[in-house]
């Protein structure tokens, strides 16, 4: 579902830009999921977007567009 895509993508985007960081444990608890739920989702998240975490100015502007 998009609630546990967007829980997977806070989660991987929070610990891309910040030095420190909330356990996975706390965030599920959070989240109301399982540790092995939010794991899952972290990992398949990453998997899905090749690892890739960072874009260009170009392609940001590109989606923003296409948004519009």
């Known amino acids: 579902s998009v609630d546990r895509v967007m829980i997977a993508a806070v989660v991987v985007i929070t610990k891309f830009q910040n030095d420190k960081f909330f356990r996975n444990?706390?965030?599920?608890?959070?989240?109301?999921?399982?540790?092995?739920?939010?794991?899952?989702?972290?990992?398949?998240f990453l998997t899905t977007i090749d690892y890739h975490l960072h874009i260009t100015a170009e392609t940001y502007q590109r989606y923003c567009q296409a948004l519009q």
């Open 25 to 44: 444990q706390d965030l599920a608890t959070v989240a109301g999921l399982t540790l092995q739920d939010l794991n899952a989702l972290e990992s398949e």
